[in-house]
C-alpha cells in the first residue's frame, strides 16, 4: 500500500504490479512461486464443482476427490497409497512462522529473481533467529534497521564535521589574535615592511581556514544533518506497519487453516467411527446419520480448502508488497551511498581549495623577504636619526 | 682598543689603521682632517724652534711668533692686525662637548668619507640633543643602542614564531584527537573504507601540523632567540666603554687647555702690567722683572701649544675610532638584516612545504571516495546479513 506521502520514494516509473510481473515474467518459474490469480480462480473452481455433484461423486477421480473420499472410506488404522501419497506431499514444505517454504532439496530449483546483483529482494525471505531468545525478526526488518542505522550514520558524520569546523575556527581565531601583536613592530625599513607582511599573512591564513569553516557548514555539515529530513523515519515507519500488518493477516489466515484442518479431521474421525459402527451393529445409528456424517466431512474438506485459498491469496499478496518494499529499500540505500559520497567529496574539494587559498598568503611575504635591503634601510634610519655630519677638525691655538 | 673578545666582530681583513688611512687616501682633505702624526711634529718642532731661540725672536716672524710677539707688545686696549686676525681664525671653529668643528660655511667643504652609502661612519659625529633636558647622547650611542634595538627585535621574533609553534600544536592535537572518534565508525563497505581514511586524513593532517611546529622551533625560533648569544651585549658594552673613555680622555685635556689659555691670559696680562709701569716709572720694577714676566708668559705660550696639540692627537685618536667602531657596528647590522630575511625566509619555506605535505593528506581520502560502489557495498551488506533466499511457496492441503 503506496500512500501519497512514500511518492517520493519512487524509483524509476515502473508500477508496483509491473515490476512484480517484470520479475515474474524474467522467471518463468510459476511452479514455485504462489500460483497467479487466474490459476487460483481455476483450481478453485474446479475443486467446488466436485464436491458439490454429488451424483459425480464417484465419476470424479481427480486427485482431491480421491483424497476426500479416502478420508470418508478407509478403515480406522489402514493407509490407503492416496492417504500416504499426501502425507508425502506435506512433508515437501514446512510453514515456519506462518510462512511457508519448501523444505531443503524438495520442489523444482529456485533461481534469483535477479541473479548477481545481491537485490535485497532475493535474501531476506525468512525471518532473522534471535541468538539470544525465542523472537524473530522478519527479513524485512532488517533491512528496515539498515536504512534507520544509515540515518543514524549521516548524522553522526555531520556531528563529525562540526567538531572540524570548531576546530579550523579555533586556529583561525589563534592566528588572527597573534597577527596583532607588536611584537618586533619597531623593526624598521625593508625588514620591517616583511616583518609586518609576515605578521599580516596570519591574519590572512585565518581567514582561510575561517571561509573553510563556513563552507564546510553550508556545503558538508548542514546537507549531511538535513538529508531526508524527519519525515524520511516517519515514511519508514510506515513501510514498516505495512509489512507488519500483511504478516499479521497471514498469521490469521493460517490460524484459520489449522483451525479448519482439525475441524476437519475431527469430522473424519466421527464418519470413521460411525461407519465401523454400522458394520457391526454396534449402535442404532441409521445411514441417515452416516450420509449426515458425511455431507459435514465434505463441508469441512471445503472449509479447509477455502482456508488454504485464503491463505495463499494472502501469502502471495505479502510476497508482492515484500519485493516492491525491499526494492524502494535498495534504492534508498544505493542513493543515501551516492550522496553521501558526493558530500565527503565536496569536503576534500575544500580542503584542496584552502591549502591553495593557504600557499598564496606565503606569497606576499616571500616577495618582501626578497626585497629586503640593508643598505636601503641603512639609508633610511641614518636620515631619521643622524646626528651631525661635519666632522671634527683640529683646534687652533 | 680592540680586545681578542672582539676579534669576531672582524669585517674583511683590512687592519684598522689601514681603513682610516683609506679614508684619509680617498679623500685627500689633510686640511679638514686633523693632521697626520708627521704633520703634527713637523709643526710642533717648529714651534718649538721660534720660541727657544731668544736671538731670533726680533727676526722670527712666522705667524705664530708674530702672535706670541704681538701679545708682548700691544699696548693695553688697541687691536693690532695680528690680534684681529687671530680673533677671526679662532671664530671659524666650534667646540661642542670638547669636540672641534668647523663653524658653518667655515673652512674647506668636507666630502663624505663613503659616498652614497649612508655610512655610519658619516653621519654621527655630533651629540644627539636630548630635546627634553640639558643632556646629549654621543653619536655613538645612537648606533649602539640601534644594535641593542636590534637584539630585543630578533628576540620579540623568535617570540612571535614561538606563538606560531604553539598554535600549530594546539591545532595539531585537536585533529589528532577528532581523528579518533568513533562517530560513523559502523558505516560498513567502501562507503565505510572512505570515511575511515577521511577521519584517518586529520591525524595526518595533525601529523604535518607538528612537524611544522618542530621544525618552526629548530630552524627559526630557536636561532633567532640565539643568534649573537649573551656575549654580544657585553662585546657592545665594551665598545660603548672604549668610547667613552676616549671621550672622558678628550674632555680632560679640552679642559687642560682651558686651564693653559687661562693661565696664558694671567701671564701676558701681568707682563703688560709691568711694561707699562716700567714706561710710567710708577714702579721700582726693574727690567730684569720685565724680563721675567715675559720669560713666564712665553713659558705659557709653550704650556698651551703642548695642551693643544695633545687635545688634538686625544681627538684624532677618537676620530680614527669613530670611524672603526663605527663601521663595525655597520657591519653588524648589515648582518643582523641578512641573517633575519634568511631565517625568515626559511619561515615561509616551511610554510610552503606545510601546505604541500597537508594536500597529500587529503590524496588517499580522494581515491577510496572515487572507489565507493553502492552495488558492492550491497553485496558485502548482504552476503554478512541476508535470513533466507528461498522464497515462500503455495501451501498445499
Chains 1, 2 share one sequence.
Not at 484442518?261 to 464418519?271: E, G, I, S, V
Not at 491469496?313 to 543515501?336: C, I, N, P
Amino acid at each position: 500500500m503506496k500512500t501519497a506521502a512514500m511518492t517520493h520514494l519512487d524509483g524509476p516509473s515502473v508500477p508496483r504490479r509491473d515490476r512484480f510481473a517484470a520479475c515474474i515474467i524474467r522467471n518463468p518459474v510459476s511452479s514455485v512461486l504462489p500460483r497467479g490469480e487466474s490459476d487460483r480462480q481455476r483450481s478453485y473452481h474446479k475443486r467446488q464443482k466436485s464436491l458439490t455433484n454429488g451424483s459425480s461423486r464417484a465419476r470424479t477421480s481427480n486427485t482431491k476427490s480421491r483424497q476426500i473420499e479416502s478420508f470418508a472410506a478407509l478403515p480406522p488404522g489402514s493407509v490407503s497409497p492416496a492417504k500416504r501419497q499426501i502425507k508425502e506431499v506435506k512433508e515437501t514444505k514446512a510453514t515456519i512462522n506462518c510462512v511457508t517454504f519448501p523444505l531443503p532439496g524438495e520442489g523444482p530449483e529456485q533461481q534469483l529473481l535477479k541473479p548477481d546483483e545481491w537485490s535485497y529482494c532475493d535474501y531476506f525471505w525468512a525471518d532473522k533467529k534471535d541468538p539470544q531468545g525465542a523472537t524473530s525478526l522478519p527479513g524485512f526488518e532488517v533491512l528496515l534497521q539498515k536504512q534507520l542505522k544509515g540515518k543514524q550514520m549521516q548524522k553522526e558524520m555531520s556531528e563529525f564535521i562540526h567538531e572540524r569546523t570548531k576546530i579550523e575556527e579555533e586556529y583561525a581565531k589563534n592566528l588572527s589574535k597573534l597577527s596583532l601583536s607588536p611584537l618586533a613592530a619597531q623593526e624598521e625599513g625593508t625588514l620591517g615592511e616583511a616583518w609586518t607582511q609576515l605578521k599580516k599573512s596570519l591574519h590572512d591564513e585565518a581567514e582561510v581556514h575561517l571561509k573553510f569553516a563556513n563552507k564546510l557548514h553550508t556545503e558538508v555539515e548542514k546537507p549531511l544533518l538535513t538529508f531526508r529530513g524527519d519525515h524520511f523515519k516517519k515514511d519508514l515507519k510506515k513501510y514498516d506497519h505495512h509489512m507488519a500488518d500483511l504478516r499479521k493477516q497471514l498469521a490469521s489466515r493460517f490460524a484459520s487453516v489449522e483451525k479448519a484442518r482439525k475441524a476437519l479431521a475431527d469430522r473424519q474421525k466421527d464418519l470413521e467411527v460411525k461407519t465401523q459402527q454400522l458394520e457391526v451393529k454396534l449402535s442404532n445409528k441409521t445411514e441417515e446419520d452416516i450420509k449426515k456424517a458425511r455431507r459435514k466431512s465434505t463441508q469441512a474438506g471445503d472449509d479447509l480448502m477455502r482456508c488454504v485459498d485464503l491463505y495463499n491469496q494472502t501469502q502471495s499478496k505479502w510476497f508482492e508488497e515484500m519485493v516492491t518494499a525491499s526494492m524502494e529499500l535498495e534504492k534508498l540505500e544505493v542513493e543515501r551511498i551516492e550522496w553521501i559520497q558526493q558530500h565527503l567529496r565536496q569536503y576534500t574539494t575544500l580542503r584542496h581549495e584552502t591549502d591553495m587559498f593557504n600557499q598564496s598568503t606565503v606569497e606576499p611575504v616571500d616577495q618582501l623577504l626578497q626585497n629586503v635591503d640593508p643598505s636601503k634601510d641603512r639609508e633610511l634610519w641614518v636620515k631619521e636619526n643622524k646626528t651631525g655630519e661635519v666632522r671634527p677638525v683640529d683646534m687652533d691655538i
